[in-house]
């Protein structure tokens, strides 16, 4: 009888990094036994799968899950994890084995590609608490709430998220494919009017906005680094905003998206709180963890150290946090058998 509370429970995401997920299955679950880790795998079937599985895990006992995906697989998890009642969330340690195409998340914790790298982080054990966020918003009229591990995109970001998510449905696979999203959509996109709320202080009032993102991490848009001063357990998002560019110079500062420059930009304005509201005139669209939703308005709030999750050594070194699984485990146990925290 294996005891669920120190086994992992597996969510591959077969068709994930274009299909790397189930090419490469093999390879990870080789690894896996090589290093003695016990776990029990199941694909996803359908977009949310992992959502309902991440929850199923969790009632039938799993207080370790592995997400062989990429950060829209995460976000699934992350959102099962919020959506059950059998213990807080902060009981379930989660580690990423990365095959995905942007694979954001795993960049600002310093969690290696290689598979081997991967897993032995994973065995080292070492964990940090970060913050997560909830998200308000409209779709089709429907209020609905989702959590993110990560980075929301609006106005231009997640224009180009929805450009490059329809590239790929329709077959199209290639590791440039944000970045030729992104230029496919600097020729059609129009800025839009938006007023923003800071911890209830208006921060702008129908301004005219080309971009933004709201971060819990520093990183997104494969690579792009667009919260570069971004701590994930300080209780606060970064807000960067971009107000109206022409297109000379977003092609003049692109790179500056991604070196960790961004606040050089004359037109970048930042803000940091623990809850933000949007409206934009006309609507605008917003994508979290590389994942496209509704539209606005949005309301964000911080959820303070709400994911326990697998990190890299370094990381956790430099965080001065880490809560080695062992320990983590057994305040875990003890938790879940008594009430949710």
């Known amino acids: 009888m294996f005891d669920l509370e120190t086994r992992w429970f597996?969510?591959?995401?077969?068709?994930?990094?274009?299909?790397?997920?189930?090419?490469?299955?093999?390879?990870i679950s080789k690894l896996l036994r090589d290093h003695a880790i016990g776990y029990d795998a199941v694909?996803?079937?359908?977009?949310?799968?992992?959502?309902?599985?991440?929850?199923?895990a969790v009632n039938k006992g799993y207080r370790r899950i592995v997400v062989v995906g990429g950060d829209g697989t995460l976000h699934e998890t992350v959102n099962g994890l919020f959506i059950q009642r059998q213990c807080a969330t902060t009981d379930v340690l989660?580690?990423?084995?990365?095959?995905?195409t942007g694979n954001d998340w795993i960049r600002m914790y310093g969690i290696p590609r290689k598979y081997t790298e991967?897993?032995?982080?994973?065995?080292?054990?070492?964990?940090?608490?970060?913050?997560?966020?909830?998200?308000?918003?409209?779709?089709?009229?429907?209020?609905?709430?989702?959590?993110m591990a990560?980075?929301?995109?609006?106005?231009?970001?997640?224009?180009?998220?929805?450009?490059?998510?329809?590239?790929?449905?329709?077959?199209?696979?290639?590791?440039?494919?944000?970045?030729?999203?992104?230029?496919?959509?600097?020729?059609r996109f129009r800025s839009k009017r938006f007023t923003v709320?800071?911890?209830?202080?208006?921060?702008?009032?129908?301004?005219?906005?080309?971009?933004?993102?709201?971060?819990i991490g520093q990183y997104n848009g494969g690579g792009m680094q667009q919260m570069p001063?971004?701590?994930?357990?300080?209780?606060?998002?970064?807000?960067?905003m971009i107000r109206r560019l022409n297109n000379l110079k977003v092609f003049l500062h692109f790179r500056s998206l991604y070196n960790g420059t961004i606040y050089h930009i004359p037109q970048v304005m930042f803000f940091r709180g623990a809850k933000i509201t949007v409206e934009s005139v006309p609507e605008s669209p917003v994508e979290v963890d590389g994942e496209a939703l509704g539209y606005s308005p949005f309301e964000f709030s911080v959820v303070p150290k709400a994911l326990r999750v697998i990190?890299?050594?370094?990381?956790?070194?430099?965080?001065?946090?880490?809560?080695?699984?062992?320990?983590?485990?057994r305040l875990a146990i003890s938790s879940c058998n008594g009430t949710k925290k």
């Open 118 to 147: 991967a897993i032995s982080a994973i065995v080292a054990g070492h964990s940090f608490l970060q913050d997560a966020g909830r998200i308000s918003y409209y779709e089709s009229f429907v209020h609905q709430v989702r959590y």
């Open 43 to 56: 694909f996803t079937e359908k977009k949310y799968h992992a959502t309902e599985l991440a929850v199923e």
């Open 311 to 329: 990190v890299g050594e370094r990381f956790a070194e430099r965080s001065g946090q880490d809560g080695k699984a062992e320990e983590a485990d």
């Open 150 to 187: 990560n980075v929301a995109g609006l106005g231009f970001d997640a224009s180009v998220n929805r450009t490059y998510n329809r590239l790929k449905e329709r077959g199209f696979y290639n590791k440039w494919l944000y970045i030729v999203g992104t230029f496919l959509m600097v020729f």
């Open 229 to 240: 001063h971004a701590v994930a357990d300080d209780g606060l998002f970064d807000m960067t």
């Open 10 to 27: 597996v969510i591959v995401n077969p068709v994930a990094g274009s299909g790397r997920g189930l090419k490469d299955w093999p390879i």
């Open 197 to 215: 709320r800071v911890d209830d202080k208006e921060v702008l009032r129908d301004a005219p906005v080309f971009s933004g993102a709201i971060g």
């Open 94 to 100: 989660l580690a990423v084995i990365a095959v995905g």
